[in-house]
């Protein structure tokens, strides 16, 4: 149990244009998802705490224009890279907290994203 | 504040030796620790985690980790090192702060030689 899925798993697209990622939760009800950006041989970094029907806590230094993330139901949290370029090229990856797990610190990780922005 | 080091970059052991992988953490609350391992492109995979429990977690794969409060440290060992155990391995620690807070450490590259 406890699977979280995204989609796509590896993506390409050009300069200017955007590109969403899914986050799905398969056996569980997540009321938060997590969304991680991983530079190459880096530890994860958190960029945004979502909360189904609620808007997204952006951590600091993380562009929410730029990156937006729905969480419209509780088993789906989508993070959309607006206006791509190169620098934004990564590893992302999401995780989950079960729904009712309010003493839980689990989470559950996605496989991940790569994002080639050329 | 909460914090997590893990103390060695990369550990390069031999197949069939025992691997020992370090993670000191420091919180101001009682924390909740994990151990992950991750693949190459591949996500997060829990190993083994320490919820206020036994002080000796056991963990898939043979894996397991000690807390030790007074040393603040959550090192992970595996008796004998697989070929397939070659990974990068993250020490997380969460904390339940008003609101939940989790905190990676930089991870630990593990080599293992035939």
């Known amino acids: 149990g406890a699977v979280v899925s995204q989609h796509p798993s590896w993506v390409i697209c050009k300069s200017g244009t955007s590109v969403k990622i899914e986050c799905r939760s398969l056996?569980?009800?997540?009321?938060?998802m997590f969304w991680y950006r991983q530079f190459p041989k880096q530890s994860l970094m958190l960029m945004a705490t979502?909360?189904?029907?609620?808007?997204?806590?952006?951590e600091q230094g993380v562009e929410k224009d730029k990156f937006l993330i729905n969480h419209a139901s509780l088993t789906l949290s989508t993070l959309t890279v607006t206006s791509a370029h190169p620098e934004d090229s990564s590893f992302y990856i999401c995780?989950?907290?079960?729904?009712?797990?309010?003493?839980?610190?689990?989470?559950?990780f996605g496989p991940g994203t790569r994002l080639t922005v050329t | 504040a909460q914090s997590v080091t893990q103390l060695d970059s990369h550990v390069s052991v031999s197949e069939g030796t025992p691997v020992l992988l370090r993670c000191n953490y420091s919180s101001s609350y009682s924390p909740s620790l994990f151990w992950y391992v991750q693949h190459p492109n591949k996500g997060l995979q829990l190993l083994l985690k320490?919820?206020?429990?036994?002080?000796l977690v056991k963990g898939i794969n043979g894996f397991e980790a000690e807390f030790k409060k007074s040393e603040t440290s959550f090192h992970l060992t595996k008796p004998s090192a697989h070929m397939s155990d070659a990974a990068e391995y993250f020490c997380v620690v969460s904390v339940r702060t008003g609101g939940f807070k989790t905190i990676f450490g930089a991870g630990t590259r593990l080599f293992v030689k035939a």
């Open positions: 995780s989950a907290r079960a729904q009712g797990a309010f003493t839980s610190y689990e989470q559950y």
């Open positions: 320490y919820t206020s429990a036994a002080t």
């Open positions: 056996d569980f009800q997540a009321t938060t």
């Open positions: 979502s909360n189904e029907g609620s808007k997204a806590t952006y």
